[in-house]
């Protein structure tokens, strides 16, 4: 039978315990860019360096000020016969689970609190368009006489939709007309979602502002899956750009919380809808199709949302094809805002359209 | 039995020359410090490893940590069953750091655990695991200055946590499959 002796050292060690553990989570958060249980903003932080200085502090002040705490309060029932190693595991057992608990739970808050300060958006401009069953938004530079390139953005499905809008300025403000699609829930339906790129090319085609013979098409995310598919049937796209399409079933594990908060990552790898629709659309399949017209491919360095092995594994049979780019430090939910990537992008269309 | 208390002495000597030395000792000897600082290398663990392969294994080592801690317990309470040896404090003169503790000598309860957990991470991680024979060790030495262990003792325990460890991680086969069920059911809910 488990007997604790003294209830305010049981109750001392427990909390100890638990602040220590709390401590430890925000080190291995820190080492291992575990940004959903993280207590500071990861993200925000350019460099490595930046990124784990404030987790390792926030870590090692937990553990030293819990144990420092725990001795100097306790310091004489230490030495006196007290809790016995049963007791002691259950305690830091209990402290243990409530730290992991209350950091799943605390992560996901502050991200929310850090994320509901607006942020620069540049969505607002350009002109609403229907295209087959979804909407799009059709940005023209400012002066545009002769024809110009065109690309169509089609965006990952959910809530990342908006990420599209800081590349569709960047790519207005460098002189390319873009659509930007958005599509609704019923637009998301396989095998409807294929009509999705042909329409859009129909109709930027048609416009006088743009050049038919220099289309371009991009996906982020599930929409890289869409376009790679399209492309592989439709001519009409002189120029593909994949932004970490996911390809292959997406590994549920620890690995998730990388990119996304506890609860997110739980909707994600429950997604039952969006893993249908990947292996329907199975992009892997019909990438080698779009050759010999450039395909680009680009990912983070630290995308942990999309399973790499079996991706560079195809990559490795078809390196004529594809023109792949890794940005260093960037995700898979922050490839988009990152400066490189955006670089990267516009000077590849303008380069191969 | 001779060198065994000889090297006792030789370690106790070390405790109540220097008031800083003894807080050090005693801080290292207590049960909560240095056992703590195991559990929480190995809570650590379990999220640590660059890759979904290295991670694994170290979640393996934390299982098989876990699991041999409750066999090295075990085998403890067997010996103590058949076999009682009075403290040091009990038989001679000794300068004691911790309070007396009542129950047998042999073998040293907490430096078996130390190395039961540390020889289960070195059988997968060889650097986490020196570190925790590392840690392991000092809590050893500290019982043994401290005046509440004999060398033999600590000696017993090491041997014991070795041997619970070993048995766990390369002997009982069916636990490997275990884990691997474990860490799935844990990888859905993300905590793996």
């Known amino acids: 039978m488990l007997y604790f002796v ?71 029932e230490i030495f006196a016969p007290g809790l016995a190693g049963a007791e002691l595991s259950l305690l830091f057992g209990v402290g243990a689970a409530c730290a992991l608990a209350v950091t799943l739970v605390v992560a996901p808050l502050l991200q929310h609190l850090r994320s509901s300060i607006p942020l620069q958006s540049k969505g607002s401009e350009g002109q609403m368009v229907a295209v087959s069953r979804a909407t799009g938004r059709l940005c023209i530079p400012a002066g545009a006489t002769a024809p110009m390139p065109a690309i169509c953005l089609v965006p990952g499905f959910g809530a990342n939709e908006k990420v599209m809008d800081t590349l569709a300025g960047h790519m207005v403000q460098e002189g390319l007309i873009v659509l930007v699609i958005h599509p609704d829930e019923e637009s998301h339906a396989y095998p409807e979602i294929l009509a999705l790129l042909p329409a859009a090319m129909s109709l930027l085609s048609k416009r006088p502002e743009v050049d038919p013979q220099r289309l371009g098409a991009l996906g982020y995310d599930l929409g890289g899956d869409l376009v790679i ?38 909707r994600w790898a429950g997604d039952r809808k969006r893993a249908k629709l990947r292996k329907e659309l199975n992009a892997l399949e019909y990438g080698a199709k779009i050759a010999p017209r450039p395909f680009l491919l680009l990912y983070g360095a630290e995308d942990r949302l999309v399973a790499r092995a079996p991706v560079e594994e195809w990559l490795a049979q078809h390196k004529d094809a594809v023109d792949l780019k890794v940005i260093p430090s960037a995700g898979h939910l922050n490839l988009v805002n990152r400066p490189m990537a955006l670089h990267t992008i516009v000077q590849w269309f303008k380069e191969h359209l | 039995m001779a060198i065994d208390l000889m090297l006792f002495k030789l370690g106790n000597s070390l405790a109540g020359r220097s008031p800083i030395l003894d807080t050090v000792i005693r801080i290292l000897m207590n049960d ?90 070195w059988l997968f991680n060889r650097k986490v695991g020196f570190i925790l024979y590392v840690l392991a060790s000092l809590l050893g030495l500290a019982r043994l200055c401290g005046g509440v262990h ?21 002997k009982i086969r069916f636990l490997g499959q275990l884990w691997t069920v474990i860490i799935q059911r844990l990888r859905r809910l993300l905590l793996a």
């Open chain 1, 229 to 266: 598919r399209a492309a592989s049937a439709s001519k009409r796209i002189k120029a593909v750009a994949a932004l970490a399409p996911v390809l292959v079933d997406t590994p549920v594990s620890l690995d998730l919380l990388g990119e996304l908060p506890y609860p997110q990552a739980l």
């Open chain 2, 32 to 121: 909560y410090a240095l056992t703590t600082a195991l559990v929480l290398v190995l809570f650590a663990l379990w999220f640590s490893g660059k890759s979904p392969t290295t991670r694994e294994q170290n979640q393996r080592a934390v299982l098989s940590a876990i699991t041999s801690m409750f066999l090295d317990n075990l085998i403890i309470k067997a010996l103590n069953l058949v076999y009682y040896r009075p403290r040091p404090f009990a038989e001679h003169p000794v300068t004691l750091l911790f309070y007396r503790p009542s129950d047998s000598s042999f073998p040293s309860n907490a430096t078996s655990v130390g190395f039961c957990i540390a020889t289960s991470v």
């Open chain 1, 6 to 76: 003294s209830k305010e050292l049981a109750l001392g060690y427990l909390f100890f315990s638990f602040l220590s553990a709390l401590g430890v989570l925000q080190c291995v958060a820190a080492r291992y860019h575990l940004f959903g249980l993280a207590f500071w903003d990861g993200r925000a932080q350019r460099t490595c360096r930046q990124r784990c200085i404030w987790g390792y502090g926030l870590g090692i002040l937990l553990i030293a000020g819990s144990g420092i705490w725990f001795f100097v309060s306790h310091w004489v």
């Open chain 2, 150 to 170: 004999y060398p033999s003792d600590i000696l017993g325990g090491m041997l014991v946590g070795v041997f619970s460890a070993y048995l766990v991680v390369r």
